[in-house]
Protein backbone atom coordinates (compact mmCIF):
# COMPACT_ATOMS: atom_id res chain seq x y z
CA UNK A 1 0.00 0.00 0.00
CA UNK A 2 1.38 3.68 -0.66
CA UNK A 3 2.23 6.18 1.65
CA UNK A 4 1.10 10.23 1.48
CA UNK A 5 2.83 12.24 3.07
CA UNK A 6 0.98 15.02 4.20
CA UNK A 7 1.54 18.86 5.48
CA UNK A 8 0.63 20.22 8.80
CA UNK A 9 -1.02 23.57 7.99
CA UNK A 10 0.83 24.18 11.51
CA UNK A 11 4.44 23.58 10.63
CA UNK A 12 3.96 25.84 7.74
CA UNK A 13 2.95 29.25 7.87
CA UNK A 14 0.49 30.63 5.25
CA UNK A 15 1.29 33.63 3.35
CA UNK A 16 -1.27 36.21 2.68
CA UNK A 17 -2.28 36.82 -1.28
CA UNK A 18 -0.60 39.63 -3.09
CA UNK A 19 -3.73 40.73 -4.46
CA UNK A 20 -5.27 41.29 -1.19
CA UNK A 21 -2.27 43.16 0.76
CA UNK A 22 -2.17 45.27 -1.99
CA UNK A 23 -5.70 46.17 -1.66
CA UNK A 24 -5.67 46.40 1.84
CA UNK A 25 -3.46 49.23 1.55
CA UNK A 26 -5.44 51.11 -0.77
CA UNK A 27 -8.78 51.64 1.43
CA UNK A 28 -9.01 55.10 2.16
CA UNK A 29 -11.18 55.23 5.56
CA UNK A 30 -14.05 57.98 5.87
CA UNK A 31 -14.94 57.01 9.76
CA UNK A 32 -13.68 60.38 10.81
CA UNK A 33 -15.72 62.68 8.86
CA UNK A 34 -14.34 66.33 9.01
CA UNK A 35 -16.88 68.24 6.47
CA UNK A 36 -19.61 70.73 7.44
CA UNK A 37 -22.22 71.26 4.82
CA UNK A 38 -24.20 74.21 5.88
CA UNK A 39 -27.65 74.44 5.06
CA UNK A 40 -29.42 77.37 3.77
CA UNK A 41 -30.53 80.50 5.96
CA UNK A 42 -34.27 79.55 5.21
CA UNK A 43 -33.81 76.00 6.81
CA UNK A 44 -31.97 77.10 9.84
CA UNK A 45 -34.27 80.04 10.53
CA UNK A 46 -37.38 77.14 10.50
CA UNK A 47 -35.14 74.12 12.09
CA UNK A 48 -35.65 73.45 16.34
CA UNK A 49 -31.30 74.01 16.40
CA UNK A 50 -30.75 77.09 14.26
CA UNK A 51 -26.88 77.26 14.06
CA UNK A 52 -24.11 75.33 15.25
CA UNK A 53 -22.75 77.60 17.94
CA UNK A 54 -26.49 77.08 19.22
CA UNK A 55 -25.55 73.23 18.56
CA UNK A 56 -22.40 72.95 20.65
CA UNK A 57 -23.90 75.15 23.62
CA UNK A 58 -26.55 72.89 23.74
CA UNK A 59 -23.48 70.06 23.72
CA UNK A 60 -21.52 71.03 26.07
CA UNK A 61 -24.53 72.08 28.43
CA UNK A 62 -25.60 68.24 28.16
CA UNK A 63 -21.84 67.62 29.59
CA UNK A 64 -21.56 69.55 32.30
CA UNK A 65 -25.33 69.63 33.69
CA UNK A 66 -27.20 66.25 32.38
CA UNK A 67 -29.46 66.38 34.89
CA UNK A 68 -30.76 70.29 34.39
CA UNK A 69 -30.47 69.48 30.38
CA UNK A 70 -32.27 66.55 30.08
CA UNK A 71 -34.75 67.74 32.88
CA UNK A 72 -35.44 70.52 30.11
CA UNK A 73 -35.64 68.75 27.31
CA UNK A 74 -38.33 66.27 28.58
CA UNK A 75 -40.81 68.31 29.75
CA UNK A 76 -41.45 68.83 25.79
CA UNK A 77 -42.90 65.48 26.06
CA UNK A 78 -45.96 64.87 27.52
CA UNK A 79 -45.87 62.85 30.82
CA UNK A 80 -48.68 60.86 32.52
CA UNK A 81 -46.71 61.14 34.98
CA UNK A 82 -43.97 63.61 36.19
CA UNK A 83 -40.47 61.56 37.31
CA UNK A 84 -38.81 61.92 40.61
CA UNK A 85 -35.42 61.55 39.35
CA UNK A 86 -33.82 62.75 36.21
CA UNK A 87 -31.29 59.95 36.32
CA UNK A 88 -30.00 57.09 39.01
CA UNK A 89 -26.55 55.78 37.73
CA UNK A 90 -24.87 52.98 39.56
CA UNK A 91 -22.30 51.96 37.37
CA UNK A 92 -22.65 50.38 34.36
CA UNK A 93 -26.38 50.88 34.86
CA UNK A 94 -27.99 53.78 34.10
CA UNK A 95 -32.39 54.66 34.56
CA UNK A 96 -33.81 57.69 33.23
CA UNK A 97 -36.31 59.51 34.69
CA UNK A 98 -37.24 57.58 37.67
CA UNK A 99 -40.82 57.30 38.44
CA UNK A 100 -42.06 58.72 35.61
CA UNK A 101 -44.70 57.45 33.18
CA UNK A 102 -44.82 58.48 29.04
CA UNK A 103 -46.86 56.84 26.28
CA UNK A 104 -44.22 57.04 23.20
CA UNK A 105 -47.36 56.00 20.81
CA UNK A 106 -48.99 59.02 22.33
CA UNK A 107 -46.11 61.54 22.30
CA UNK A 108 -45.54 60.42 18.58
CA UNK A 109 -48.57 60.31 17.11
CA UNK A 110 -51.78 60.86 18.74
CA UNK A 111 -51.13 64.56 20.26
CA UNK A 112 -50.23 65.73 16.88
CA UNK A 113 -53.75 64.75 15.91
CA UNK A 114 -55.78 67.41 17.97
CA UNK A 115 -52.96 70.29 17.01
CA UNK A 116 -52.22 72.01 13.71
CA UNK A 117 -49.84 69.00 12.79
CA UNK A 118 -51.99 66.70 12.32
CA UNK A 119 -52.54 67.48 8.51
CA UNK A 120 -48.46 67.59 8.12
CA UNK A 121 -46.44 64.56 6.93
CA UNK A 122 -45.80 62.24 9.57
CA UNK A 123 -44.03 59.26 7.71
CA UNK A 124 -43.05 59.05 4.24
CA UNK A 125 -42.43 56.00 2.31
CA UNK A 126 -40.20 55.37 -0.49
CA UNK A 127 -40.45 52.16 -2.45
CA UNK A 128 -39.39 51.39 -5.85
CA UNK A 129 -38.43 54.21 -8.46
CA UNK A 130 -41.25 56.87 -8.26
CA UNK A 131 -43.47 55.11 -5.70
CA UNK A 132 -44.21 56.94 -2.23
CA UNK A 133 -46.79 57.31 0.07
CA UNK A 134 -47.56 60.44 2.56
CA UNK A 135 -48.82 59.63 5.38
CA UNK A 136 -50.05 62.36 7.68
CA UNK A 137 -50.62 62.34 11.27
CA UNK A 138 -54.12 61.89 10.99
CA UNK A 139 -53.93 59.40 8.30
CA UNK A 140 -51.50 57.22 10.70
CA UNK A 141 -54.03 57.74 13.51
CA UNK A 142 -57.10 56.33 11.52
CA UNK A 143 -55.48 53.81 10.38
Same mark, same amino acid.
Given at each position: *?? @? $?? @?????? @???????A??A?SQ??ES???E $?R??K?L??F???????? *???? +? $? *??R !???N?? %???? /? +??????D??? +?W /?K?????????K?FV?G?? /??SY /??? %??HVN?P?R?K?A???E? !?P? !???V?????L? @? !?
Amino acid at each position: *MP @T $RK @TTSSRS @TPRKKPAAKKAASQNIESHLKE $RRVFKPLKAFSEEAHIKS *MAQY +K $R *MHR !ESLNQP %DKFW /N +KHAQELDWFK +KW /NKVCSWKAPFAKWFVGGKL /NVSY /NCL %DRHVNSPRRHKAALIWEG !EPG !ETKVYTYQRLY @T !E
